[in-house]
């Protein structure tokens, strides 16, 4: 229950340093997201990346901070607990008019139940559902930028509209020929919406911040004409030698929106006051995507994780069948399950390993954060990282629980009638390689083998080293898509040694079973993926006619030694064949 008075002045202050603690967090995130602009002009790629990365951590810093501030100012571990029911009181009232309120509420959150014993965590002292609105909040000071633009093109200005679209970001720099790119736009407009009569309010809805990731901004709005919305994205690049700008495509629709915006692709930067308001229209461009997601694809990962779960504790609430374990090869070091009703999968590291897996759970954990900070190019899924979730026990079939309670007693805590996890990392569920192959038709293997090898290119482009690259550590998203999911052997590909197998040099080694000739912890012979790869005679035949080049050493030294050159190269979050001719 909450207190019906207010009498502990100390619980006022702390509200008071949690919003400043949430506050100074969100000034650094967004100043670094700001910033962003400045880098693209510059073509500052590394800095870009580093920036990406770096932003992950700020969250975890700003919430230490203000757990060590409220420990050494006012012990607040040790606080009775109507103290903590009026600091929340005081929280939602500081709150009222604030323009992040929703990230405020979850960084709340993460600082009290850091301080507070697990037994407390319930309603009474943390915000289970949201407790003010995210409607409608907008900045009307005269300076502040709205969260987004509409224009009304006449029917002989939408050329004009769409140039003062891009220019009124104000890039400082040229564009090779932006009439030429508007044209080409026009085009594109024209092919995929044809003829169309013009309704009375036909316009272009624009956010206000461009959307920064790799070497790509891009432009993201609407059209709208009468009843009908098209969303629409333009990615402006940068050319390697003056650095002049230039529009590289024009992506319509759902579907090429929610490929920008994959949960396999790195954070965007993105300036924005407020954020839900961005959210809502995004949301609106992608019915489908949950709203957790498009959070997370803004940087602001811990409020997509917060919603995530709450859309999880409803889901359960709605549905009765029940946890199993995940179809597919079981994994060596992580035991994975599911439940059918829910598209995601959930991975618990064991507490032993067969005697070849020569790992930690330590070494585990840093693998899959060196995937949250890295640019995942498309091709690695994004990992959510819960610990202490509470699983209703009758919901776990017989078999899980025994596998739980045998590769994973140490992460188990049974209290009541929940089955509580200590860490557990949930993915996006795909369709295993290895089973996708299985079942395909003549085409769907071909297709897939080509896309599997595109992954794996794709991976090296952004410095990534699969380790394992069995087709059961892959999977096939709902779009087709073939992405690598398995991360505990991952490594930075510039950190490997890339060799080829040596001659042998007498008829004894040539004749050994055994490997005879030296190898070093990091050395890799990629002419001898080829055994574990390509048993399946129609799978060596596709994939040697597209990508026997990864069989070959020279290939990945080129590769590592460009990267270690400096060189950034470019991964687009669509299809090539897509992009307009030339720069």
Not at 549 to 570: P, S
């Amino acid at each position: 229950m909450f207190p019906t008075q207010l009498t502990d002045a100390r619980a006022f202050e702390i509200a008071q340093a949690l919003l400043g603690g949430f506050d100074r967090h969100y000034r650094l995130f967004r100043a670094t997201s700001a910033e962003a602009k400045g880098r693209f002009e510059r073509g500052d790629w590394q800095g870009q990346q580093r920036a990406q990365a770096l932003r992950i951590e700020f969250y975890d810093a700003r919430v230490a901070e203000a757990i060590a501030l409220l420990e050494g100012r006012f012990n607040a571990a040790a606080l009775p607990m109507d103290v903590w029911q009026q600091v929340k009181l005081h929280y939602i009232g500081l709150l009222t008019n604030h323009r992040q309120p929703e990230l405020a509420e979850t960084f709340f959150n993460s600082v009290c139940t850091r301080i507070l014993h697990h037994a407390y965590f319930h309603n009474a002292f943390i915000f289970v559902r949201p407790a003010i609105s995210t409607e409608y909040i907008e900045n009307d000071e005269p300076a502040a930028l709205p969260t987004y633009r509409a224009y009304y093109p006449a029917p002989d200005t939408l050329r004009e509209t769409l140039q003062r679209v891009v220019t009124n970001f104000q890039l400082n720099g040229e564009f090779v020929d932006l009439g030429r790119d508007v044209d080409r736009v026009l085009a594109a407009v024209s092919e995929r919406l044809g003829e169309f009569p013009r309704r009375a309010n036909f316009q272009l809805q624009v956010l206000s911040s461009l959307f920064y990731r790799n070497k790509g901004a891009y432009v993201v709005g609407k059209i709208i004409n009468g009843f009908t919305e098209t969303p629409f994205a333009l990615p402006i690049l940068r050319t390697e030698g003056d650095g002049r700008f230039f529009i590289d495509t024009a992506l319509f629709g759902e579907d090429d929106l929610l490929a920008l915006f994959s949960f396999a692709r790195a954070y965007f930067l993105v300036d924005m006051e407020v954020p839900s308001a961005y959210v809502q229209f995004l949301r609106s461009m992608m019915p489908r995507k949950p709203r957790s997601e498009i959070y997370s694809a803004l940087g602001l990962q811990k409020q997509g994780k917060n919603l995530f779960y709450r859309d999880f504790l409803y889901h359960l609430r709605h549905s009765s069948d029940r946890f199993r374990i995940a179809p597919g090869i079981k994994g060596m070091v992580m035991l994975v399950f599911d439940l059918p009703s829910w598209p995601f999968v959930f991975k618990v590291i064991k507490d032993f390993y067969p005697p070849q897996k020569e790992t930690t759970r330590e070494l585990i954990k840093a693998k899959y954060l060196l995937v949250k900070a890295h640019d995942r190019v498309g091709r690695m899924a994004d990992t959510l990282e819960y610990t202490r979730v509470a699983f209703p026990r009758h919901r776990f079939e017989d078999e899980l629980l025994a596998e739980l309670r045998h590769f994973c007693p140490s992460l188990l805590e049974e209290s009541g009638d929940d089955l509580v996890i200590k860490h557990v990392y949930i993915e996006r569920r795909m369709v295993p390689l290895n089973i996708y192959l299985a079942e395909a038709t003549p085409e769907q293997l071909e297709r897939v083998v080509v896309e599997y090898g595109n992954a794996i290119k794709d991976l090296v482009a952004a410095n990534i080293f699969p380790g394992d690259m069995l087709w059961k550590n892959f999977g096939v998203t709902r779009h087709g898509k073939v992405v690598f999911y398995d991360y505990d052997e991952i490594e930075y590909l510039t950190d490997c040694n890339f060799r080829r197998v040596p001659e042998p040099r007498n008829e004894e080694e040539e004749m050994s079973g055994e490997v005879w000739y030296a190898v070093a912890p990091r050395d890799v012979f990629p002419e001898t993926f080829a055994p574990f790869l390509l048993g399946n005679p129609r799978v060596r035949e596709a994939f040697m006619r597209h990508h026997a080049d990864l069989l070959d050493a020279a290939f990945w030294q080129g590769h590592k030694a460009r990267i270690l050159a400096g060189h950034v190269h470019d991964v687009f979050p669509y299809d090539p064949a897509r992009r307009f001719a030339g720069a």
